[in-house]
């Protein structure tokens, strides 16, 4: 379920000071990821090959694309990043970082807005995501991507949406098809009865609230799944991941599970920044898995 208060538990021992204390600052004030990602360096290697591009006529749904630079064999897997924020914050602004490490690890990433608390609730924030999803479905190659290899990421409430994307026909329909792999970071998938004041929020106002927990809608058949959590997250509890990797099991689906130790919420997501790939192989371990599912 998820857990009350905020997780500060970001390490920084043997960083750079500055970033170390934005980190801190960021992870108390659940503050967007932008200013840390206006500092962090980043991959080189990649470009931005699309900038604020509309899928939906709100101004939230727009979005990123990032590709590496340089001529390539065969077109690209693509991967779909949900940022989290608790469904009322985040903007695709603070997560280039993430875009362009897993561009320069060989994928077409698109990173998408999509509308949040208070304007909007569940379930039109995975409208706008699956609404993301078709719109770089009919134009990956365009930008050198595989619409055949497509993979859902996200952190936190992103991979909340990404999870649900993946498992429920609700909101892709055919185009659930093209999904090769889920990578769930620190995801709330089974967090019932609401116990937070956000879930309360989000959730609260749906009448079969059994209806918005991806547990519930695995089936045998369902897109192998990365699963990695933090043993120091005090945010969303990892026993989220370790029941949907249970169902997983259960339904004969394919499950890679990844627990880092001394790593919280917020350290899951930054350890893809260069500065932190030290803390956990996180980057590593979701790119191994991505390349193997979607060759």
Same mark, same amino acid.
């Given at each position: 379920?998820?857990?009350?208060?905020?997780?500060?538990?970001?390490?920084?021992r043997g960083r750079r000071p500055l970033i170390g204390a934005l980190l801190a600052l960021l992870?108390?004030?659940?503050?967007? *990821?932008?200013?840390?990602?206006?500092?962090?360096? @980043?991959?080189?290697? /990649?470009? @931005?090959?699309?900038?604020? /591009?509309?899928?939906?006529?709100?101004?939230?749904?727009?979005?990123? *694309?990032?590709?590496?630079?340089?001529?390539?064999?065969?077109p690209l897997p693509v991967i779909v990043f949900f940022y989290g924020g608790s469904w009322n914050?985040?903007?695709?602004?603070?997560?280039?970082?993430?875009?362009?490490?897993?561009?320069? $690890?060989?994928?077409?990433?698109?990173?998408?807005?999509? $509308?949040?608390?208070?304007?909007?609730?569940?379930?039109?924030?995975?409208?706008?995501?699956?609404?993301?999803?078709?719109?770089?479905? #009919? =134009?990956?190659?365009?930008?050198?991507?595989?619409?055949?290899?497509?993979?859902?990421? #996200? =952190? &936190?409430? #992103?991979?909340?949406?990404?999870?649900?994307?993946?498992?429920?026909? $609700?909101?892709?329909?055919?185009?659930?098809?093209?999904?090769?792999? %889920?990578?769930? *970071?620190?995801?709330?998938?089974?967090?019932?009865?609401?116990?937070? #004041?956000?879930?309360?929020?989000?959730?609260?106002?749906?009448?079969?609230?059994?209806?918005?927990?991806?547990?519930?809608?695995?089936?045998?058949?369902?897109?192998?799944?990365? %699963?990695?959590?933090?043993? @120091?997250?005090?945010?969303?509890?990892? &026993?989220?991941?370790?029941?949907?990797?249970? $169902? *997983?099991?259960?339904?004969?689906?394919?499950?890679?599970? @990844?627990?880092?130790?001394?790593?919280? =919420? /917020?350290?899951?997501?930054?350890?893809?920044?260069?500065?932190?790939?030290?803390?956990?192989?996180?980057?590593?371990?979701?790119?191994?898995?991505?390349?193997?599912?979607?060759?």
């Amino acid at each position: 379920m998820l857990r009350k208060g905020t997780d500060v538990t970001i390490e920084t021992r043997g960083r750079r000071p500055l970033i170390g204390a934005l980190l801190a600052l960021l992870a108390v004030a659940c503050s967007p *990821l932008k200013t840390f990602d206006t500092l962090v360096p @980043k991959d080189s290697g /990649v470009a @931005k090959v699309a900038d604020d /591009v509309a899928f939906g006529a709100d101004p939230r749904q727009r979005l990123d *694309l990032y590709a590496p630079i340089g001529a390539r064999a065969a077109p690209l897997p693509v991967i779909v990043f949900f940022y989290g924020g608790s469904w009322n914050s985040g903007t695709k602004d603070g997560y280039a970082f993430v875009g362009r490490a897993l561009a320069a $690890r060989g994928f077409l990433v698109a990173i998408p807005d999509y $509308r949040l608390l208070p304007q909007i609730a569940y379930p039109f924030f995975l409208e706008d995501n699956a609404a993301a999803v078709r719109w770089v479905v #009919g =134009h990956a190659g365009r930008y050198g991507g595989d619409p055949r290899r497509l993979l859902l990421a #996200g =952190h &936190s409430a #992103g991979a909340y949406d990404a999870a649900m994307l993946a498992f429920d026909p $609700r909101w892709l329909g055919a185009d659930r098809d093209r999904i090769r792999g %889920l990578i769930g *970071l620190a995801g709330p998938y089974d967090f019932l009865p609401l116990d937070s #004041g956000i879930a309360t929020t989000t959730f609260g106002g749906v009448a079969d609230a059994a209806s918005t927990q991806p547990v519930n809608f695995v089936r045998a058949g369902d897109p192998p799944a990365f %699963l990695a959590t933090g043993d @120091k997250d005090g945010t969303v509890r990892p &026993s989220n991941s370790d029941s949907l990797e249970r $169902r *997983l099991r259960a339904a004969g689906d394919a499950v890679e599970r @990844k627990r880092y130790p001394d790593i919280g =919420h /917020v350290g899951l997501v930054t350890a893809i920044a260069r500065p932190f790939r030290g803390r956990a192989a996180v980057l590593d371990d979701l790119t191994a898995f991505a390349k193997q599912v979607s060759r």
